[in-house]
């Protein structure tokens, strides 16, 4: 074994899958696409103004089924809620919000990855881990949702992965947790229950 095999073989390959996925996320969010669903991205800025100019409190006041004129109704869980509410903080002015809006699915993308070293985790062999990521980070139907479409559900799938991770080591405080912060973002969770309870039943 020469010098640079032994170099290689003193960095854990989850160093090389961390870099891997911060080096991607960087690369998305500097070539983001600004396309996304017609009716979610432009309510978006007029959810983080409501929250700005009455309170984050607030913002279950809005409006459940607007009509022409009215502020669109703030359905999603509290989670949801606060991480428009500071994405519009970093941003600044509901000017920029509303320029740099698409920008929000770099936040969304960092579930996606987190998801991803999950996954890589229920891999016996670390040596491996990299290389598999690839095929889900360069998987356009994995990422599309988030990317092209511009949805939050990677949010959930990645918090009820990472409940399985846990609860399979019967780790079920993290578990539950993890179950209980997806159901804050969106109650659809709830149809796992079942599932979670059979996984935690033997624990």
């Known amino acids: 074994m020469n010098a640079s095999d032994k170099l290689v073989s003193r960095i854990n390959p989850d160093v090389h899958l961390l870099v891997l996925l911060v080096l991607f996320h960087v690369f998305v969010s500097i070539f983001m696409p600004r396309e996304g669903h017609y009716l979610d991205m432009p309510t978006w800025p007029l959810w983080i103004d409501y929250m700005q100019k009455h309170g984050i ?23 949801y809620m606060y991480l428009l509410y500071f994405y519009g903080k970093w941003q600044g002015s509901i000017e920029v919000i509303r320029q740099t809006i698409y920008q929000f699915k770099s936040v969304v993308l960092i579930f996606d990855l987190v998801g991803i070293w999950y996954a890589m985790r229920f891999l016996q062999h670390k040596d491996s881990r990299p290389f598999y990521a690839l095929f889900l980070l360069f998987n356009a139907g994995l990422l599309y949702d ?58």
Do not use: N
């Open 57 to 79: 409190r607030h913002v279950y006041d809005m409006h459940t089924h607007p009509t022409p004129g009215e502020e669109p109704g703030f359905i999603y869980g509290p989670v």
């Open 146 to 203: 988030t990317l092209g479409w511009a949805q939050c559900d990677s949010i959930i799938t990645t918090l009820m992965l990472i409940g399985v991770y846990y609860g399979l080591r019967g780790q079920l405080a993290l578990s539950g947790i993890c179950v209980l912060v997806a159901m804050l973002v969106k109650p659809q969770p709830i149809i796992f229950f079942p599932a979670f309870g059979l996984l935690w039943l033997p624990f």
